[in-house]
């Protein structure tokens, strides 16, 4: 038996070293990574040299820039692409890893611009921002994604859908990204799993604040409201321009009334362009708007090109006046009415007071909904704003890094800040959810709900960072109660946080419990995270295990399949191939490489036990046929999911293949065979679109020889040089209950005859 244990570690210790690449030097520049963070460069090289291309989703504060780095050092010239407002935080990082990379924004290839540098592989951070297709930024995106990998960097890479982490894969798998399923998606996305550690504060449960008063009456005026003015090619947005009305107020009165000043600007601009005989379109309309969303008034007219019927801008005119009206009419109510703004600013300093020590961050999705609270508390000490446009303090307007060094000097690296100087509210929009380290604050207040979920953990993770307090809290200012009705958004909060949870996993609670999670936490036990779902944490959780079963290399068995057998309640086997596949039957289904590794790894983990000959036998030949046909697939060009692109391109090429001179058709059957075969693999969504393209055109039969020559050149050169050899089996473990005696010999038996 002890021969058998020994070689079933050898087997697991095979199957982990398939699977999982070695660790790299922990060294980077002057950090130090941490074994958590190398088994995530790990498996981001090997999933780089498969796909083309990783996805590293983890949560905030566990260092996703350092891990970047760590592979960017690799490469001869790497490029970033992150958000204006990062720039600085990614200077420092490549300066402590000792790691340089040419930098482009986002905002940048919003506005088209493409880098002036070669690169040889991108990393984007905060890649949830190209979740939507067809923006320019997406398709510049898609443009250099073609040319070279891409990481990509996101704690909260799906938002809304499955969709918008399907957007993201795809720069680098293609439109497959699109047809997979969710539990085929989470295989995609890189998390580690951490089981008790420290290094990040506790996050408490999220609490309500509740505020006692009745806004109906401006909510029934809000619901009165005549649409807006249509625009020449606008539909009937009333549903639309209500929902955000009542989102603006649920965050507070001074949002809601900045809307309405709003409207009143817009129709006061198609007013001067009717006295002028015209009319505008949406893009006239937002080219009106200047500094601080001001109107220049007196010059819109001159920026309307359309002139419609007099009929027509008389209806235009009447559309305008009963808004006009209408808008008026809740302005008064408002007017009239108590401000439950008053009520909101003095649960906010209820909270200071009870927290005179902690370091607190407020947030909202409306620069008006700051400046009120700020306005209101900016004479209480240690009282700051920003805003995108502005920063301030009481004393008056200050630099944008001197407000965050009063607000978090250790985080922001500062030194000490004399208490007189200390900023401990910092009242800011969402500006500073995203790559801002501040866990000197220990408190989190939401002033409203944001549309996305994924806002609020990205909120909380400001502060949650190595060397923050013990607990992070976190309040949300609950909005009114009859707006909360209308815009169902806790619940529709929670809708999309489980679906992100089913594919992604889970992390920190962002929102406080419902009713229903309480009657769950009552009635259920304290089950394992992830053991019910089909998400990325528990192929992070699979690869721990594996990384467990690590050992130094024996070199004598390198080249040769090792074959263990492990006790476990349900017969089958398990075997790892060289290309780091895992393939598995269990009891009598057929081989499968993509079954869960909730149902592998316990299988494997049994005590060792020998496995009779038939049964070693049996395996052997189930695991061939599996192998064999998957390289006849690839060789044929048989492929599982074929989207509209690859379906051009394939349609094609069997159409040249017909149509080529016979004396030039063995060598374009040459470019044929290497083009299908490329096609097997994942390709960037740009190469895909490029081969599509290409395929639209018709070449004559003469021509078809270049024809493909050309469209071998649109693959990178990574997937149209590469050689690859078929896999070999490196591990087989078979798995089953312990025959007896006289069992063992009756199979052997029947497998003899």
């Keep these: 038996m002890?021969?058998?244990?020994a070689k079933l570690r050898a087997a697991r210790a095979a199957v982990a070293a398939a699977y999982l690449d070695?660790?790299?030097d922990p060294a980077l520049g002057e950090i130090v990574l941490r074994t958590d963070q190398r088994h995530i460069v790990a498996r981001a090289e090997r999933a780089l040299r498969r796909d083309g291309g990783c996805m590293i989703a983890e949560d905030?504060?566990?260092?996703?820039?350092?891990?970047?780095?760590?592979?960017?050092?690799?490469?001869?010239?790497?490029?970033?692409?992150?958000?204006?407002?990062?720039?600085?935080?990614?200077?420092?990082?490549m300066r402590r890893a000792g790691v340089r990379c040419a930098v482009i924004t986002h905002e940048a290839l919003s506005r088209g611009a493409l880098p002036i540098v070669p690169f040889d592989a991108i990393i984007v951070d905060e890649s949830h921002h190209f979740r939507t297709l067809r923006t320019r930024r997406h398709e510049a995106l898609v443009e250099l994604a073609s040319a070279a990998p891409v990481v990509l960097l996101s704690a909260t890479p799906l938002q809304n859908r499955t969709r918008d982490l399907a957007a993201q894969l795809a720069l680098y798998l293609g439109e497959v990204a699109f047809s997979l399923a969710p539990a085929e998606l989470a295989r995609y996305v890189i998390r580690g799993v951490y089981d008790g550690d420290d290094l990040l504060p506790i996050v408490a449960q999220p609490e309500w604040i509740s505020l006692d008063f009745d806004d109906g009456c401006v909510l029934r005026a809000l619901l009165d409201l005549t649409p807006p003015a249509p625009l020449l090619d606008s539909g009937d947005g009333r549903v639309l321009t209500i929902i955000g009305l009542v989102r603006a107020w649920a965050s507070s009165r001074a949002a809601l009334s900045a809307r309405l000043r709003s409207r009143l600007r817009l129709a006061t601009a198609i007013e001067q362009g009717i006295d002028a005989g015209r009319a505008p379109t949406r893009r006239e309309a937002r080219e009106w708007h200047g500094e601080a969303d001001a109107i220049q008034l007196g010059f819109a007219s001159l920026l309307m090109e359309s002139t419609p019927s007099t009929a027509s801008l008389g209806a235009l005119r009447n559309a305008v006046d009963r808004e006009r009206d209408s808008v008026d009419r809740l302005t008064t109510i408002l007017r009239e009415t108590e401000d439950p703004d008053d009520a909101r600013i003095c649960a906010v300093r209820t909270l200071r007071t009870a927290n005179p020590r902690a370091r607190i961050l407020a947030f909202s999705e409306f620069a008006s909904t700051i400046h009120a609270y700020y306005r209101a508390l900016q004479l209480d000490r240690g009282v700051g704003m920003l805003t995108a446009r502005e920063a301030r303090i009481a004393s008056g307007p200050i630099g944008r890094d001197e407000l965050l060094a009063r607000f978090a000097p250790v985080a922001q690296h500062?030194?000490?800040?004399?208490?007189?100087?200390?900023?401990?509210?910092?009242?800011?929009?969402?500006?500073?959810?995203e790559g801002v380290n501040l866990q000197d604050a220990s408190i989190v207040v939401h002033l409203d709900l944001p549309w996305n979920p994924a806002r609020l953990a990205q909120r909380v993770g400001r502060l949650r960072r190595p060397g923050g307090a013990s607990t992070v809290r976190s309040f949300l200012l609950a909005p009114p109660a009859r707006a909360e009705a209308l815009l169902d958004a806790d619940a529709r909060l929670r809708r999309k946080l489980t679906s992100a949870e089913h594919v992604i996993g889970g992390s920190f609670a962002v929102l406080p419990m419902s009713r229903a999670d309480r009657m769950r936490a009552a009635t259920t036990a304290n089950v394992q995270r992830g053991s019910t779902l089909q998400n990325a944490d528990v192929w992070g959780a699979f690869a721990g295990t594996l990384a467990a079963w690590r050992r130094p290399t024996d070199p004598r068995t390198e080249t040769r399949c090792i074959v263990a057998a492990a006790r476990a309640p349900q017969p089958g086997w398990f075997a790892a191939l060289s290309d780091g596949t895992i393939v598995a039957q269990i009891v009598e289904r057929e081989p499968d490489d993509e079954l869960s590794p909730l149902v592998v790894a316990p299988l494997l983990e049994g005590e060792a036990r020998i496995p009779s000959q038939n049964e070693v036998a049996r395996a052997h030949d189930a695991l061939r046929a599996w192998v064999l046909a998957r390289e006849l697939a690839r060789t044929c060009g048989v492929r599982t999911h074929v989207g509209p692109l690859c379906g051009r391109v394939?349609?094609?090429l069997a159409h040249a293949a017909r149509a080529v001179p016979r004396d030039a058709r063995a060598h374009a059957l040459e470019h044929i065979g290497r083009l299908r075969t490329a096609l097997q693999q994942p390709l960037p969504l740009g190469v895909e679109q490029a081969l599509a393209t290409?395929?639209?055109?018709?070449?004559?039969?003469?021509?078809?020889?270049?024809?493909?020559?050309?469209?071998?050149?649109?693959?990178?050169?990574?997937?149209?040089?590469?050689?690859?050899?078929p896999a070999r089996v490196v591990a087989l473990i078979l798995v089953g209950p312990c025959l007896s005696a006289a069992a063992s010999e009756a199979l052997e038996n029947t497998g003899r005859a």
């Design 2 to 5: 002890p021969l058998t244990n």
């Design 22 to 24: 070695a660790l790299g």
């Design 60 to 93: 905030v504060g566990r260092g996703k820039t350092f891990i970047a780095l760590a592979l960017a050092r690799r490469w001869r010239a790497p490029l970033i692409v992150i958000p204006a407002s990062l720039r600085a935080t990614w200077d420092v990082a």
């Design 414 to 433: 500062a030194g000490h800040v004399p208490a007189h100087h200390a900023v401990t509210l910092l009242l800011t929009t969402d500006l500073l959810s």
């Design 650 to 652: 394939l349609a094609r």
């Design 694 to 725: 290409h395929a639209d055109t018709a070449p004559a039969s003469t021509e078809i020889l270049g024809w493909l020559e050309r469209a071998e050149h649109l693959i990178p050169d990574r997937e149209r040089t590469s050689t690859r050899e």
